[in-house]
């Protein structure tokens, strides 16, 4: 690939990469990170412009140019994405009148009803059944690969949470959709993203693959409509606010989407961190025990699930600081990749530099997460670093980006928490786990996030679960049903 960058025309122009826009935007959809910085280290300049077919995008970094991406009203976020990003399914693309479904002030609006703390508390002991069905299909013992498994229960749990318990415990349904899900996700190659027009195999998939998940989702919403009892499910919810069954199918899209990849990703690196900081993995099981001792019977012998639902939402949130420190600095680590806007208002000027009207904007999450001017040893894996004394995430602003920032939050915060911590405490008080290689043998290296792929790891991990644990917290106490029998 050749490159050559163009110096400023004229005062307040931003640099800008020459040669062939096909070429530049083909390395900036697979090699997004590598492309970025290597071009961020080519100047000490905070911006630099290059072309994706007739758009321009302005690359910056630095904590004013941060500041200005997460703040300004010029900047929008959905504009941002249309065309730099692919993956989730639009209804338009397959003639279907979408309505509020794409309209983000709308969707976090019912995101906020749907799930809220009470909500979340009434869901708990729902969502735990679903993780211990399935953490029982594992067996008593034996190897999962958290890239998979885990990714399942989150879809599981996600699927529930916008939906209804109908569909939660349809399995089949489910796997049909996490396999749809996979294609769509697959579907956003350059070609696709580049050429949307173009009737690549990849936009054919990408197609039939969203009407069929629109076909079963809105059997589903139909069911619902015709039931005689209402529920207190989101669907039932959406209906009684008369939105239409397009609208509600959008929604779970929508909701599933956003709420997949980054919980799901984020779910099983902090396994794979556990796992290979044992250190910090008995803090947190100690912290799950505590729970346990605090919240539950412990010598009514039920089975884990049911214990572990009856800790309160307000446990959750506030009595794991470990945990929630482990969580913080798992994203930090893993979560690299890059943020879109696109200005729409006006021309806005930072550092003397003016980003025009229409300019799309780029932000590598990975200017903060990875600076060793805010983060000692940055690639290393250390939730001490957000503690009394250290909170290096307070040196600048918008220091942590794991849950948004300024203008747009992340909107399914609590929920997205709420999975993590259940799923983590499950197999913490559930299994005695370490990380293995693919031939079953301790693993002597840390995998590696990989930068331009989050789905992907340097190599191969899988976690060997060696016997279900019986918890026997205190002397005083008989043992705790085993939950994976």
């Known amino acids: 690939m050749i490159y050559r960058l163009v110096s400023p025309s004229n005062k307040g122009s931003i640099r800008q990469?020459?040669?062939?826009?096909?070429?530049?935007?083909?390395?900036?959809?697979?090699?997004?990170?590598?492309?970025?910085?290597?071009?961020?280290?080519?100047?000490?300049?905070?911006?630099?412009?290059?072309?994706?077919?007739?758009?321009?995008?302005?690359?910056?970094?630095?904590?004013?140019?941060?500041k200005a991406f997460f703040e300004s009203k010029s900047l929008d976020f959905l504009e941002g994405y249309k065309i730099l990003m692919g993956g989730a399914p639009l209804l338009k693309d397959v003639e279907v009148d979408h309505s509020h479904a794409e309209d983000v002030s709308w969707f976090n609006k019912q995101l906020v009803i749907l799930l809220n703390k009470n909500r979340l508390g009434d869901a708990l002991p729902n969502l735990l059944e679903d993780i211990n069905r399935r953490m029982e299909g594992w067996g008593k013992s034996g190897r999962i690969d958290p890239f998979k498994q885990i990714y399942d229960l989150v879809f599981q749990m996600t699927v529930r949470m916008a939906s209804c318990d109908e569909?939660?415990?349809?399995?089949?349904?489910?796997?049909?959709?996490?396999?749809?899900?996979?294609?769509?996700?697959?579907?956003?190659?350059?070609?696709?993203?580049?050429?949307?027009?173009?009737?690549?195999?990849?936009?054919?998939?990408?197609?039939?693959?969203?009407?069929?998940?629109?076909?079963?989702?809105?059997?589903i919403v139909e069911m619902r409509r015709a039931a005689k009892v209402s529920t207190t499910d989101p669907i039932d919810i959406l209906l009684e606010q008369g939105c239409g069954t397009e609208e509600i199918v959008g929604f779970i899209l929508g909701v599933v989407f956003a709420g997949v990849i980054n919980t799901g990703i984020n779910s099983c690196w902090i396994l794979v961190y556990l796992a290979s900081h044992p250190e910090w993995k008995t803090k947190v099981k100690t912290e799950i025990n505590n729970l346990l001792d605090k919240y539950t019977n412990t010598s009514s012998g039920e089975p884990l699930h049911k214990r572990l639902s009856t800790i309160p939402m307000s446990a959750w949130e506030d009595d794991v600081p470990i945990l929630d420190s482990v969580i913080r600095e798992t994203i930090?680590?893993?979560?690299?990749?890059?943020?879109?806007?696109?200005?729409?208002?006006?021309?806005?000027?930072?550092?003397?530099?003016?980003?025009?009207?229409?300019?799309?904007?780029?932000?590598?999450?990975?200017?903060?997460?990875?600076?060793?001017?805010?983060?000692?040893?940055?690639?290393?894996?250390?939730?001490?670093?957000?503690?009394?004394?250290?909170?290096?995430d307070k040196k600048e602003a918008f220091a942590f980006l794991g849950w948004g920032a300024g203008r747009h939050p992340c909107t399914g915060m609590k929920v997205a928490k709420l999975e993590i911590k259940v799923i983590v405490a499950f197999m913490l008080a559930g299994f005695e786990f370490d990380l293995v290689d693919k031939s079953g043998k301790p693993v002597t290296e840390l995998p590696k996030p990989d930068r331009n792929d989050h789905h992907q790891v340097s190599n191969f991990v899988s976690i060997l679960l060696t016997q279900p644990r019986i918890l026997i917290i205190l002397s005083r106490r008989g043992p705790l049903e085993n939950h994976a029998t």
């Not at 905070?46 to 995008?57: A, G, Y």
């Not at 904007?361 to 903060?368: E, N, Q, R």
Request: no cysteine; aromatic share 14%.
């Open 17 to 66: 990469l020459g040669g062939f826009p096909i070429f530049t935007a083909w390395t900036f959809f697979t090699k997004r990170y590598d492309f970025l910085w290597y071009h961020f280290k080519q100047s000490a300049d905070p911006f630099f412009k290059f072309k994706v077919l007739q758009h321009d995008v302005v690359a910056m970094r630095g904590e004013e140019a941060r």
């Open 167 to 219: 569909l939660a415990r349809d399995h089949k349904t489910i796997e049909d959709m996490q396999k749809l899900y996979w294609t769509l996700e697959k579907s956003s190659t350059p070609i696709a993203l580049l050429l949307p027009w173009f009737p690549s195999p990849s936009k054919k998939r990408k197609d039939a693959a969203t009407k069929e998940l629109f076909v079963k989702l809105y059997g």
């Open 332 to 392: 930090r680590v893993v979560l690299t990749g890059t943020v879109l806007r696109r200005n729409l208002l006006e021309e806005l000027t930072l550092h003397g530099r003016q980003i025009e009207r229409g300019d799309f904007v780029a932000y590598s999450l990975g200017d903060v997460h990875l600076n060793p001017g805010i983060y000692s040893r940055p690639d290393e894996f250390d939730p001490a670093r957000f503690g009394p004394g250290r909170e290096e």
